[in-house]
């Protein structure tokens, strides 16, 4: 633990911890805290404070005032959703953790807009808690996207981390609001979606590899770390890589690098509520890959061992196969190679994955031949210390092994340098392990 340094706090360093604090960013690349923790701003239409009543998931009473919060939607309060196949009353915990966060204490709520049935939409915080941002951390929420994006990451990291509903099937508020106007009887959560449960529930057939590609300003919503956007001709395809790992790959159209860039583990299949005929592969653990891996073997052939067996132009034959699975075979070659320099003998004193650092299981896996290491990458792609090494290097790169915070620089003669990387966002809250979350600082100033 650091003391607070000047206006900013940094606390918690490491893999697990979280990083709070005001640096100066020396690369494009890195990104401040700021982005991550920002909360939305603008103009208030009306002012309350005080003691508040719970009516359901997101709304309160305040005084003579009814207000909705801003920017989500909690299920309804007779919502059930459905959990390891038990139906649960999701709309009344819902209720239940806004009472919780509540507790009798004063609110204070800066209102933006009505509704149209005259409900005040505002932004409500107890202290320093944002309520509408809280219910979405914890999945008792979702970010009410047809009006606002303020929630949106937040709602990311818990359907990344399964928090509350996102344990489980369960639908969205708005649907189901619409859904009860249809019909008096409320829906079943056994009744939607019936191809989401086929593919992401226990009778779905388990795993196969995959690849992903991905282009930059595609036009899809694609965010790497948490989730890849595709059109339902692909659904059949990833739904075969649920519970499995994917590789994501770039091809040259729109500027893309031609090459596998990382690797991701797909959790789930959800349709797309608001482009019709699309769906969402919602992933973890990613992990960028530390050099572009190309096409083709540096000693000849393709990765994928299909494209070896084409007679004609490849790209041709990859045509309408962005999402394709993978042999294991061939995907233990890709990242292998992808995380080469991480796994380099030459790199473990710089990446603390000698000796004097790793334990005997990580250095026994560091030492065997790398066709046995392909064999066993998906341990790799687990292991806590190799995954840290990977970001540590990807880190300090960023930052030319310098301090964001002092621009202290120094690095021994085994070329280890004295900076530590640490995560903005915690691994253990759902943190991705990308340069974009990570922040070099010096062991000597702040441990």
């Known amino acids: ?54 009516i359901d998931g997101d709304t ?56 149209r049935n005259r ?48 344990s489980g099937v369960f639908q969205d508020p708005h649907d189901y609001r619409a859904t009860r106007a249809r019909s008096a009887r409320p829906p079943s959560p ?16 388990c795993c196969l590899k995959g690849i992903f590609e991905t282009r930059p300003n595609s036009g899809y919503d694609d ?8 059109p339902n001709r692909y659904l059949q395809t990833a739904g075969q890589c649920v519970g499995d790992w994917i590789v994501y790959r770039e091809p040259r159209r729109e500027g893309g690098r031609q090459a596998y860039i990382g690797v991701a583990r797909v959790v789930r299949i959800e349709a797309d509520p608001a482009q019709l005929g699309h769906s969402y592969a919602y992933v973890a653990d990613y992990l960028p890959f530390d050099v572009d891996v190309p096409l083709r073997r540096q000693a000849g052939g393709y990765y994928e061992d299909f494209l070896n067996e084409i007679p004609r132009s490849v790209g041709a034959a990859m045509q ?21 320099e991480t796994l380099a003998p030459g790199n473990a004193i710089r990446l603390e994955l000698d000796d004097a650092h790793a334990p005997a299981d990580v250095r026994t896996l560091l030492l065997e031949p790398e066709e046995q290491q392909e064999r066993r990458i998906g341990q790799f792609l687990v292991n806590r210390k190799i995954r840290d090494a990977a970001f540590r290097r990807t880190v300090l790169d960023a930052y030319d092994n310098r301090c964001a915070l002092t621009g202290l620089r120094m690095v021994n003669g085994g070329g280890k340098a004295e900076a530590q ?25 702040h441990w």
Request: charge should be neutral; include cysteine; glycine fraction near 10%.
């Open 223 to 230: 965010d790497l770390p948490f989730r890849y956007h595709f």
């Open 60 to 115: 309160l009473q305040v005084d003579d005032q009814r207000v909705r919060l801003h920017g989500i939607d909690a299920p309804e309060l007779r919502q059930n959703c459905e959990r390891n196949g038990e139906v649960w009353q999701c709309g009344a915990q819902a209720r239940d953790a806004l009472e919780f966060l509540v507790s009798g204490q004063t609110v204070d709520c800066d209102g933006r807009e009505r509704d």
């Open 320 to 340: 309408g196969k962005s999402v394709r699975t993978l042999r294991e075979e061939d995907f233990g070659a890709i990242v292998r190679a992808g995380l080469n």
């Open 421 to 445: 990387a640490a995560h903005i966002w915690s691994v253990a809250d759902g943190g991705p392990d990308v340069v974009t979350n990570g922040l070099a600082l010096s062991s000597t100033a």
């Open 190 to 205: 056994r009744e939607y979606p019936s191809e989401m449960d086929r593919l992401n529930g226990p009778g779905r057939g």
């Open 119 to 166: 409900r005040l939409i505002a932004v409500c915080r107890v202290g320093d808690t944002d309520l509408g941002q809280r219910l979405v951390a914890i999945g008792m929420a979702v970010a009410f996207r047809r009006y606002s994006a303020d929630y949106v990451a937040t709602e990311d990291r818990a359907r990344a981390a399964r928090s509350g509903m996102w």
């Open 1 to 54: 633990m650091v003391t607070v340094l000047t206006g900013a706090v940094v606390a918690g360093f490491g893999s697990a911890g979280n990083v709070w604090a005001e640096p100066v960013w020396p690369r494009e690349t890195a990104i401040s805290p700021e982005t991550y923790l920002k909360g939305p701003s603008s103009p208030t239409l009306q002012h309350l404070i005080g003691r508040a009543r719970v």
